[in-house]
């Protein structure tokens, strides 16, 4: 079987041909530069806790020693603080920040040792074309040759090639924000905490749209960014300058601190959407598929879940030949999940941008628009939240024993500790994107016995038959507890963390009918039906396929 070919050598890229490598399938990726990433300090990237983490799972790379998990988060408004956040492991997630070429090389070095992964630099794709077997690409350069594949991802960035030849419409809006950015070695007042201040009571020279961020970096480094009113303002190095040194001063009592200007530029903020993801056997990822990032949003941390839902999806195509339904989903759930946070961005910036006018003498009026812009700056709510794939095509019909839990069907699940089928106490999202789906049992006070005197006792011979029994692999892991789940619930777990059914005790039926429809499997059984045939494999302890 031909290799997946990758267009696009950066983070969602490279961490694309990782995600495959860990599940045994093998990749080309095609980089158009010379293999190395200049150095950039206020060009950065902010993850959230579970994308930094998949990150980290694929590459083993330290990204904590490598960025910065801020300890805290403030929101002012003139003199006024307007919310503070602290950030520690039994509440409210850190996130990372990170400076994207570090990051980048993070991947890259991680790569160097993936036997499955071929990177070869200097390769701008320029053909493109594909029949039912297979799919031939053409790279122009010193290393131009034809190369055949499987399967072909464009990670190619905003500007895609790939996304063109397919000829892919990519509608939508542009500069929808500017920032001026600097990156610079200082002390602030606050070490280690990001703050988002609006309308801060110092004047400030040349275009200002009132507001300004500061976000902590390793060693001292601070990225800022200040939003630029509408328009096309030159912002020179100059006024640059100036901006930093008023901007200093005013959080630091009139008096400008020493620092180091490391890097400067200019981010214009794009809302883009591709009016398709899949093509026959090419798809589109990251920013050749959508382009968004305003109010404190961050477009890679889509790029990643992107990775997450396709890559576990190529797998079994890759593997066991063409699964259309499965496929065709990555467009339906991730498309819907980009096209929902892009309107509810639409639908809040006129609010929080639309200036004075009677919004500014509603009372509340600001503290409401400070929690919108935390939402998007942190991870919550429909700007910044994990999206949730409740109406997807994968997603299971009636089963008679379904429950609640806190956590919705097409969510992500939360990472509780779990005991693993040799013993050992990990933690659940170790265990994804293994090209597995996961059955969690709840079983209160397992943890305190040692797993040889439960394994065999109770539910747990009949529920280990019904997962050997299931249409995909499948790994049993038993957890102490899950928010909202009652004792001797069992959880199916996507591989890429996505909460399938939690059902009412060990209900092989039930069990075997989500795993179908995970895999894209067609209802077409009776519930009667499937209840036998999911009975008799389980009692026979063999795989079904």
């Known amino acids: 079987m031909d290799p997946v070919i990758i267009v696009g050598a950066g ?129 122009r350069g010193p290393k131009a040759t034809w190369w055949r594949g499987s399967y072909l991802v464009g990670c190619d960035g905003p500007r895609s090639t790939v996304r063109k030849l397919l000829d892919i419409r990519f509608p939508g809006r542009t500069a929808v924000e500017r920032h001026a950015v600097a990156a610079l070695r200082t002390e602030l007042p606050w070490p280690g905490r990001a703050l988002l201040h609006r309308t801060p009571p110092w004047r400030m020279s040349g275009p200002s749209a009132g507001e300004v961020t500061a976000r902590p970096l390793p060693d001292g480094v601070w990225r800022l960014d200040w939003l630029l009113p509408p328009g096309k303002d030159l912002v020179t190095p100059e006024l640059l300058v100036t901006r ?50 305003v109010l404190g949003t961050h477009g890679l941390d889509e790029g990643l879940r992107d990775v997450d839902n396709l890559a576990w999806k190529l797998a079994p195509a890759w593997h066991h030949g063409p699964h259309e339904a499965l496929l065709d989903s990555y467009q339906t759930e991730r498309r819907a999940v980009v096209a929902g946070r892009l309107r509810a961005a639409d639908q809040v910036l006129p609010v ?111 529920l280990a038959a019904a997962v050997t029994a299931l249409p995909h692999p499948a790994e049993l892991l038993v957890a102490e507890a899950y928010p909202g789940a009652p004792a001797h619930t069992v959880l199916l777990v996507r591989p890429d963390g996505h909460l399938v059914t939690a059902l009412n005790g060990v209900r092989p039926a039930d069990l075997y009918a989500a795993a179908e429809a995970t895999l894209g499997g067609k209802d077409q059984e009776t519930t009667e039906q499937t209840e036998q045939r999911a009975e008799t494999e389980a009692e026979a302890g063999s795989p079904a396929r």
């Open 11 to 139: 983070p969602v890229g490279l961490t694309l041909a990782l995600a495959l490598a860990r599940q045994e399938v093998p990749s080309v990726v095609l980089d158009e530069g010379p293999g190395k990433d200049e150095p950039r300090p206020a060009r950065t990237v902010v993850l959230r806790e579970d994308t930094a983490a998949l990150v980290t799972r694929l590459s083993g790379a330290p990204l904590d020693d490598l960025g910065a998990r801020w300890t805290g988060w403030r929101s002012m408004r003139r003199r006024q603080v307007m919310r503070e956040v602290v950030f520690d492991d039994a509440g409210e997630p850190a996130p990372l920040h990170i400076a994207q070429h570090v990051l980048t090389n993070a991947l890259r070095a991680a790569i160097a040792d993936e036997p499955l992964v071929r990177l070869v630099t200097d390769s701008r794709l320029d053909t493109v074309e594909q029949e039912r077997s297979g799919v031939t690409a053409h790279t």
């Open 244 to 293: 930093i040194r008023e901007t200093l001063a005013g959080w630091t009592d009139g008096t400008t601190p020493p620092y180091e200007l490391l890097d400067t530029g200019v981010h214009t903020v794009h809302h883009r959407l591709a009016r398709r993801w899949r093509v026959g056997r090419v798809f589109v990822a990251g920013d050749a598929a959508h382009l968004l990032g």
């Open 352 to 462: 929080l941008r639309g200036g004075g006018g009677l919004r500014g003498f509603v009372p509340g009026a600001s503290r409401g628009h400070d929690a919108l812009l935390t939402d998007g700056h942190l991870g919550h709510g429909p700007l910044g939240a994990p999206g949730a794939y409740a109406d997807s095509p994968l997603a299971p019909r009636h089963l008679e024993h379904e429950i609640p839990v806190d956590t919705p069907p097409g969510a992500p699940v939360t990472d509780v500790r779990v005991t693993a089928e040799d013993g050992t106490f990990v933690q659940l999202r170790s265990r994804l994107g293994r090209c597995a789906l996961l059955v969690v049992l709840i079983a209160p006070g397992t943890g305190v016995w040692d797993r040889k005197h439960w394994v065999s006792a109770g539910i747990m011979p009949r």
